[in-house]
């Protein structure tokens, strides 16, 4: 058996490389930029329209050094001869798509180089043009030269982000134009001819064939490997200043909240794990002697009456039922028994109360969604219960205890129930990444501050880091609840063994 589980930890590492690789590349490729997504709540972040400001972009390329968005992506990258290997410098997504359209279409990197360096001067040039001051123009003149170098900046950002020559020589036209007289000066305009210049020279250079040319480039410290190992050692973590890795707990930031992943999920953990593990344990204890006792008493009263009850209940959505039982048990025009909504009062447990005193507190609260968690479950375990004791006890096994002469309640509990346990062994493979994951639907419905609750208002609100996390834990506790399942089979029926595999 050992020998057994070692082997399927073996096979765990590639499977859990592939998860991650998985969540890497959903996270990376999630729509919008996560600089932007966590600076626009930051302190002194400012909107959106500030972004061109100098301090903003300051602070934004230092954000974007924390989070290691300034890396690689991962340790190998397949690209063209024309291509560079610092391409992965250029943060923002639309100049680095606009770069690598220009690199397609002339692949010659030293002038395309030039020619956005030439962009970004004439950018910064034009904002160092002086506005004439008011007490030696009219206001309106004022007004009109402000107007006149904001139109001059938007045509500049646009030529940043365009690969279209057309587009490109009309709008460096457009500016000659604009800019042919009034307060413009000498530097604006020399950084202007410096533009043209290196557009004419990147479209008259080009050198196409290089981009048919695949090129390997190898990169140690990447994005990946920050994300898995942290920005410390990547063995023992020391040295970690922004992360240690989501291989030491650290899934990053939160998009909504600004807030650690981890210090979230290990607060909504908690509630998920209680009512997940309460309500298997419940459907266990009640599914399990109802599902034999009916396949005991085939065709008997008891077993139609179950099989009729259970197929309604397994039948009832899980939003129906819990809606239900807040309209008839939370509800003072009916029966006004149980709390409708949270898991605790709304002042708190008491000063210094243990865990049996929180949780006589919690019960009220809790009883409603036990049910609704369960409810489906016991159904499906039951039946499934009663199918397989139905075929262990026709089995020769069970006819030769017969024959000893023991009684048909030893026969079964003793001799058969042990082996019909085997299909609804399966199912408890599920409770991990259960667990983890919550359920959306009973957690928003009953107010209960688990993981469902938090994936709801991650996808509502596009918190990816939030999402990836939780996808990678379930992956991880998928992995764990098949081992689980896989010793369990050996447990309860010894004819299961794994010695010759």
Not at 185 to 193: E, I, K, V
Not at 326 to 335: D, G, H, R, V
Not at 487 to 500: H, Q
């Amino acid at each position: 058996m050992l020998k057994y589980i070692f082997r399927r930890i073996l096979v765990f590492i590639p499977t859990l490389f592939i998860i991650s690789l998985l969540a890497f590349v959903i996270s990376v490729n999630a729509p919008g930029d996560p600089v932007n997504a966590l600076f626009s709540g930051s302190e002194g972040g400012g909107n959106n329209n500030n972004g061109q400001n100098e301090r903003v972009e300051r602070e934004k390329a230092a954000l974007r050094h924390r989070l290691g968005l300034d890396l690689p992506l991962f340790y190998v990258t397949v690209s063209s001869l024309a291509s560079p290997d610092t391409l992965y410098k250029v943060f923002d997504r639309a100049e680095y798509a606009s770069l690598d359209r220009l690199i397609n279409r002339y692949g010659n990197w030293n002038e395309i180089s030039v020619w956005s360096k030439s962009v970004k001067a004439l950018r910064k040039a034009v904002r160092a043009v002086p506005l004439p001051d008011t007490s030696t123009v009219s206001l309106t003149e004022a007004e009109n030269a402000l107007t006149q170098r904001n139109t001059c900046e938007e045509i500049i950002a646009s030529l940043q982000f365009s690969d279209d020559p057309v587009q490109i020589s009309s709008r460096l036209d457009e500016l000659k134009k604009l800019t042919a007289g009034g307060f413009w000066t000498t530097a604006f305009r020399n950084s202007l001819g410096e533009s043209a210049t290196a557009f004419e020279r990147m479209r008259g250079n080009t050198t196409v064939w290089k981009t048919y040319v695949p090129t390997l480039n190898f990169y140690g410290n990447n994005q990946y490997h920050r994300w898995i190992f942290g920005d410390g050692h990547w063995l023992t973590g020391k040295g970690a200043v922004d992360t240690e890795g989501i291989i030491r707990g650290d899934f990053g930031i939160s998009y909504g909240t600004k807030q650690s992943v981890t210090r979230t999920i290990k607060r909504a953990v908690p509630w998920s794990v209680l009512m997940t593990l309460l309500s298997v344990i419940l459907a266990y204890l009640i599914s399990i002697p109802v599902g034999v006792y009916a396949a005991a008493h085939k065709d008997s009263l008891f077993d139609r009456f179950s099989s009729v009850l259970l197929f309604m209940l397994y039948s009832m959505p899980s939003f129906f039922m819990g809606t239900l039982l807040l309209l008839l048990f939370a509800n003072p025009e009916m029966f006004d028994l149980f709390p409708a909504n949270g898991v605790k009062p709304v002042e708190g447990y008491p000063e210094g109360a243990g865990f049996f005193e929180k949780f006589r507190i919690s019960l009220p609260y809790l009883i409603l969604p036990l049910i609704t968690y369960t409810y489906s479950s016991l159904a499906f375990l039951s039946r499934q219960m009663r199918v397989s004791t139905l075929e262990i006890v026709h089995q020769d096994f069970i006819r030769t205890a017969r024959a000893k002469g023991l009684s048909e309640r030893a026969v079964i509990w003793k001799h058969g129930v042990r082996n019909a346990l085997l299909p609804i062994v399966t199912v408890f493979s599920n409770i991990f990444p259960a667990a983890i994951g919550g359920s959306v639907v009973l957690e928003v419905l009953f107010g209960i501050p688990g993981m469902g609750r938090e994936i709801f208002d991650a996808i509502r609100t596009q918190d990816y880091p939030m999402i990836v996390s939780v996808f990678t834990l379930s992956g991880f506790m998928t992995l764990v609840g098949y081992l689980v399942a896989d010793i369990l089979y050996a447990v309860v029926d010894p004819r299961i063994t794994y010695s010759s595999k």
